[in-house]
């Protein structure tokens, strides 16, 4: 497989970077300008199964800078690719073009008119946010696609996005009201109402042409355009025909916007976008109706249809299973299952009528009863319950993509549109054809327009592109027996370009091409998209083609889970043997990430703080999952993981674990810093500060000695800067305060007691912040359990280990993992529980101790293993702790999670405990990680950085908190980071626990 480095033209036909196309880019551009190979790799994928590498990539600082790229781009002959979130999954957002992405500073919310309820945007800016802004004005945009957190307002605009309820708003093309766009010739115009264009111009020369062509091809457009509410293929040319003139528009007027939506940018670059805006209905029931097979909910969805919901979605069988196997989407889809169906549909009803909505979720109740289910439905009226199921049912093409091995459900034939009353029909058919063929479908999505999200699940690196072809050939024949559309909601693109003839029918394919020329004479508009498109299934054109291969690569951790080979009709899974087979388990378990960009959103969760800060792919989980898939392909040189590009793309990786949690297909980013990282320091060894962060278990012992040296340099500041700036750590910050040994302390002997628990004391508990393991020994023996210390006679005290993978020191941290593995086992064998207070720690033992390859054991004490809070919360519920607890001098906790804390689901225990305090409310600040992410934060090149994603939620709620609230982080990192953001002091949750004993 060709480099990207080298200069003989790469796999896809890309031709080395144009120094002088981007010298002039960089002398005329005030934004950013990126044409080496790590930046071009990681805008070559988008959501799709291709891959085709740009020439170059462009973000626009300013309007100014987008038409200034446009004009380099025409002097020089260079295609361009506008592009967003890069969502699409068919190809639409990938070429060798110059990628212009708007999403970074293109993103301003420009006009507003709450009267007439329209809105005027950029088009980088994201549907989530700004429906977060216009919610305070009871309005909304209501294109409800499941990528809103991430997908922006101009891709959905050129991909003319549908959403979960256009059965209630219509689709994209239905909800904009203009265009401020550039043509290919540089003429910046407003694309609005026809009858508001100049009577002369070059816009109403552009209106006449087209207005000409779709009246040549009129009987055409009648007869071929699909008669079906979700049909986005080819050009919008029954804007202007003569049967129907304003198919588009409610007011009964043809707009030429309408045009552009769905156009895939190959007619014009969008400036800006006029929307209309719905009011935001004030109350929503959602009934989830479970069917015992997925027939059925395919047949009575037509039934379901005429009650008037807002919604009825889809979630098949496997989307259930994959859901439970996903701690966060678990107890959400539970809740939501009677028995063991085969399919449930989401059933929404939306008004300003509370009653109404429940006297229709009754009448939901009713009809099921009639149609032969009676009790089928489970009643959602709570609006958390609701969120919470949606936010599955969004997630569901990532929930699709977890399955391991290189099997994976295709997106090709993803979204046919068919009339209602031939859904079952259509679908079970198509499962035929997936048996014949040997594979099995995913299902999920849009059952209330016939518009159901499908994907056989195939090998793409095997036989996956011969069954790609023939199953969309049945699929056609199908779609066409049905009179249905075979691009239903998610365009064109490379997956279906070429589909676009066979749907419309020659004449009209001859009219797009001529439209596209009025537009685009010199074809440098996304070209191949559309019009003369490629095969789809042309290899050259893959992320995973034929001849893809996966470089030697030894890793440190065992990846044999994710080397898993699948039965896509049984789904069963089995695991190669080792060996060979077990090295490609790491680039598998990377190659997870479907490139969906779920990482890019801001609203909840941890994922992904150095992305909310820069807004770059490059410090995204998706752009680092890109990054090293390419380098473990062999397509971006020989040094693989140690490769400066790697260390770039991780630079900003604070090893949060959100993705391990936030990510549905389970990408884990921290696990493969450490590989990156051991990677590079076997190849460039340590720096002096890593070494001594590394080996802050060893010197800790004796640092204390060293106590009142250190506080003297820190009362120099000249010598103090100088000391840090030797050692590599920010001048900013204090150096840590070791303060004695709380292991090696005299512990008085307690009575014996029935129970038994171990309470593992960090490094950093023991030796900067003893109080906290005090707190916790009293606070477990006050509930009447012996407190096994984890002292070691003559030696030191054990380890986690975490200090060295976080320098690239894999082999001590084995060994460390290995020791406290067999000094601790003795207890777990006999039933004794494992406790410990900072999260990073005990959780290695929950995470990396499992992948170290010490079998059963690591299993075994995982599972013993608990977080203080957790303990108790366990205790309690197994009724085996009394905890006399009294009010304390706070009337208000104000809870900040540790980032792996939030991966593991253990912040709520935190919650819990903090509640058994008499009097005391506890506010959760919803936040991403504190930024000092263990030495993160103390390095000098990393504490801007640092302080920027303390400065997204943390520190704001920490500052408006009044004098009786107190702050609680069990995390020692996060800990620093308040009192050094804010001046305030933060405490572990045992030492209030321990204020609160009787």
């Known amino acids: 497989m060709t480099s990207l480095t080298e200069k003989t033209p790469v796999r896809h036909g890309q ?45 626009p600082r300013h309007q100014e800078d987008l038409g200034l790229a446009m004009d380099i781009a025409r002097d020089a002959g260079v295609p361009i690719l506008p592009r967003g979130a890069g969502t699409s999954q068919c190809g639409q957002t990938v070429g060798e073009a110059l990628v212009i992405d708007t999403t970074r500073h293109l993103n301003g919310i420009i006009e507003f008119d709450p009267e007439a309820r329209t809105v005027v945007v950029e088009p980088g800016v994201v549907l989530d946010h700004l429906n977060a802004w216009l919610k305070p004005y009871g309005l909304w945009y209501p294109v409800d696609v499941s990528t809103s957190a991430q997908c922006t307002i101009g891709g959905m605009a050129g991909n003319n996005s549908c959403g979960s309820r256009s059965i209630r708003y ?85 707009n030429l916007a309408h045009l552009l939506v769905g156009s895939e940018g190959t007619l014009a670059v969008t400036r800006r976008i006029t929307l209309r805006l719905s009011p935001l209905p004030e109350h929503k029931v959602l009934g989830v109706v479970n069917f015992p097979t997925f027939y059925q909910a395919m047949d009575l969805t037509q039934h379901i249809v005429s009650l008037d919901p807002a919604a009825v979605e889809l979630v098949d069988r496997t989307m259930i299973d994959l859901s439970l196997e996903n701690p966060s989407f678990r107890p959400v889809i ?126 793409m690196q095997r036989d996956g592109a011969e069954k790609m072809r023939e199953i969309a050939e049945a699929a056609s024949a199908l779609v066409r027996e049905y009179k249905g559309a075979y691009s239903g909601e ?39 998209k559309i019009v003369d498109t490629p095969k789809m299934d042309d290899d050259r054109n893959f992320r995973f083609p034929r001849d893809y291969q996966r470089i030697p690569v030894t890793p440190v951790f065992d990846w044999s889970a994710w080397n898993v080979q699948r039965d896509p009709l049984t789904g069963e899974q089995s695991v190669p043997g080792t060996g060979g087979d077990v090295t490609h388990g790491l680039a598998m378990a990377v190659e997870m990430c479907n490139n969906n960009g779920h990482c890019r959103k801001f609203d909840a969760g941890t994922m992904c703080p150095s992305y909310r800060i820069t807004r770059d792919e490059q410090h995204l989980t998706r752009g680092r999952a890109n990054t090293l898939r390419l380098v473990l392909s062999g397509q971006m040189g020989e040094a693989g993981l140690a490769s400066d590009d790697v260390k770039e793309a991780l630079d900003l990786c604070v090893s949060c674990k959100g993705c391990k949690r936030d990510c ?3 990408v884990d980013m921290a696990k493969f810093k450490i590989e990156a990282r051991t990677a590079r320091a076997k190849a460039r060894g340590l720096s002096l500060r890593d070494r001594m962060i590394g080996e802050m278990p060893r010197y800790a012992p004796w640092a204390h000695r060293l106590s009142g040296l250190m506080d003297m340099v820190e009362r120099m500041p000249v010598l103090s800067r100088q000391v840090k700036k030797t050692l590599g750590f920010a001048p900013q910050r204090a150096l840590p305060a070791f303060k004695g040994n709380f292991l090696a302390e005299r512990h008085g002997a307690r009575a014996m007691a029935s129970k038994e628990v171990v309470l593992f004391v960090d490094t ?28 070691i006679a003559e030696q030191r005290p054990l380890c986690c280990g975490r200090t060295y993978l976080s320098s690239g020191q894999f082999d001590k941290a084995r060994a460390e993992a290995r020791r406290t593995l067999d000094h601790l086992m003795p207890f777990v064998e006999r039933g004794v529980d494992i406790v410990g207070l900072e999260p990073s720690c005990l959780l290695s033992l929950r995470d990396e101790f499992l992948q170290y390859g010490f079998g059963d054991e690591a299993q075994t004490l995982s599972e013993s293993a608990f977080l203080f809070e957790e303990f108790l919360v366990k205790a309690h519920a197994e009724g085996e702790l009394y905890l006399p607890l009294q009010p304390v001098d706070y009337t208000r906790a104000m809870l900040h999670g540790h980032c792996h804390q939030k991966a593991f689901d253990a912040v709520r225990p935190v919650e819990q405990v903090l509640r058994w305090i008499p009097g005391l409310d506890v506010e959760l600040i919803e936040s991403s990680c504190c930024g000092m992410a263990g030495s993160f934060g103390y390095e000098t090149e990393h504490y801007e950085a640092s302080m920027k994603m303390a400065e997204l939620a943390l520190l704001p709620a920490i500052r408006g908190a009044d004098e009786h609230a107190v702050l609680v982080a069990d995390g020692t990192s996060c800990r620093h980071q308040i009192h050094d953001g804010s001046g305030r002091h933060a405490v572990h949750v045992a030492c209030l626990l321990e204020q609160a004993l009787m």
């Open 664 to 666: 549905p297909t389970g």
């Open 170 to 254: 219509g689709n994209m093309v239905h909800n904009v009201l203009g265009l401020d766009a550039i043509l290919a010739d540089g003429h910046e115009g407003h694309f609005g109402f026809v009858d508001e264009l100049p009577t002369s111009g070059r816009m109403r020369e552009v209106a006449d042409r087209v207005r000409e062509i779709t009246g040549r091809v009129d009987s055409e457009i009648r007869d071929h355009f699909p008669k079906v509410l979700r049909r986005v293929g080819g050009y919008n040319l029954d804007l202007f025909n003569c049967q129907n003139p304003k198919p588009y528009d409610p007011d009964g007027r043809t």
């Open 15 to 59: 031709t080395a970077p144009m120094t002088e196309f981007a010298a002039r880019l960089n002398h005329e551009l005030e934004g950013e300008v990126r044409f080496d190979p790590a930046s071009r790799g990681r805008y070559s994928t988008d959501a799709s199964i291709y891959q085709v590498m740009p020439v170059g990539v462009v973000i």
């Open 490 to 528: 998610h365009g064109d693109g490379l997956s279906r370009g070429e589909w676009v003839a066979w749907q419309f029918g020659g004449t009209l394919n001859d009219a797009f091409r001529e439209v596209k020329r009025l537009f685009d004479p010199e074809n440098l508009l996304n070209p191949g």
């Open 764 to 791: 950093f508990n023991n030796y900067l912040e003893r109080d906290n393991a005090k707190a916790a020994k009293r606070v477990l023996e006050a509930a009447g359990y012996q407190v096994h210390l984890n002292v």
């Open 334 to 459: 539970e809740k939501a299952l009677i028995g063991q169906p085969q399919a449930v549909l989401l059933v929404e009803f939306a008004g300003d009528d509370h009653e109404d909505q429940l006297s229709s979720l009754k009448r939901l109740n009713e009809l099921m009863g009639d149609l032969g289910l009676p009790g089928s439905v489970v009643d959602m009226p709570d609006a958390a319950e609701q969120k919470a199921l949606w936010n599955v049912r969004k997630a569901g093409l990532n929930i699709m993509m977890s399955m391991k091995g290189d099997g994976k459900p295709v997106s090709f034939i993803e979204d046919c549109a068919v009339p209602l009353e031939h859904l079952a029909e259509y679908t079970d058919k198509l499962t035929e054809v997936f048996h014949r063929y040997g594979t099995e479908g995913t299902w999920y999505a849009h059952a209330s327009v016939g518009t159901l999200h499908v994907r056989p699940i195939l090998d």
